[in-house]
């Protein structure tokens, strides 16, 4: 069945218009974690996101890139810093805003019904730019179910723009993974006026906005991984993206 939801997606993916609007951390999926790094382990990433939003026009490409830092405070909560270049032309490069985001696991427990392991966490986060032209704070309730080697998370998402007084957006995504021998894990995602990783904090979501994603994640030995995405826009979106991710662990 997994298999053949994996071909659907793929198929899916290729012949709708495009944008990159969605992304998961699968390094904790992976490890069996919740979306709390574990205690006193830090990981530091760069996201590199680039993005055809033409194809009959390269001009129109944007890209942009991310640096953060995780680190595991206590047994059940971790937070994050973040530096990014805003989503810009791609010919462009400027580390133009920031963030900050905690996260606390609230339930973890095993088993739960039919499933292996199931995680509900809490998590906070506010983004801005520099000059506090844009900032938005982020709350969202990632729910995580692990299943074997199976994966499932649904993730609502409240975002709310305080720097333009009322204006907030309500979405979320939902993820199906498998994991091959603790080491490899392919997936997809789907999402709606949400980014699909709290681990960015530019103004990426957008009102009405959907997509669907490809996710290949791998170990490449003890203390690095790497994630790639393919993402398809769905609805008022662009040709093309592509996203990777390279983690240090310590």
Do not use: W
Request: net charge negative.
């Amino acid at each position: 069945m997994l298999k053949k939801l994996l071909v659907l997606c793929i198929a899916f993916i290729t012949v709708t218009s495009a944008s990159l609007y969605a992304c998961f951390d699968t390094y904790l999926f992976l490890n069996n974690y919740s979306m709390v790094y574990p205690q006193k382990q830090m990981v530091v990433e760069n996201l590199s996101e680039y993005s055809f939003n033409s194809m009959t026009n390269p001009d129109d490409d944007t890209f942009l890139s991310d640096f953060n830092a995780y680190y595991g405070l206590f047994e059940r909560f971790s937070i994050q810093l973040g530096l990014s270049s805003s989503e810009k032309p791609r010919n462009e490069f400027k580390i133009d805003e920031y963030g900050i985001k905690g996260v606390l696991n609230v339930l973890n427990t095993k088993p739960l019904h039919s499933v292996d392991m199931y995680t509900l966490d809490i998590i906070l986060a506010h983004r801005s730019d520099f000059e506090g032209h844009e900032s938005a704070i982020e709350f969202s309730v990632p729910n995580i179910f692990y299943k074997k080697e199976n994966i499932l998370v649904v993730h609502p998402v409240f975002e709310a723009n305080i720097s333009h007084g009322s204006e907030y957006s309500i979405g979320g995504h939902l993820g199906l993974f498998h994991s091959f021998y603790n080491s490899t894990l392919i997936g997809i995602g789907a999402e709606y006026s949400s980014a699909q990783n709290g681990s960015t904090f530019n103004k990426r979501l957008v009102e009405g906005e959907s997509a669907a994603s490809l996710f290949l994640g791998a170990k490449l030995g003890k203390i690095f991984y790497l994630q790639n995405e393919f993402a398809k826009g769905l609805a008022n979106s662009r040709d093309l993206g592509f996203a990777s991710t390279i983690k240090l662990i310590f």
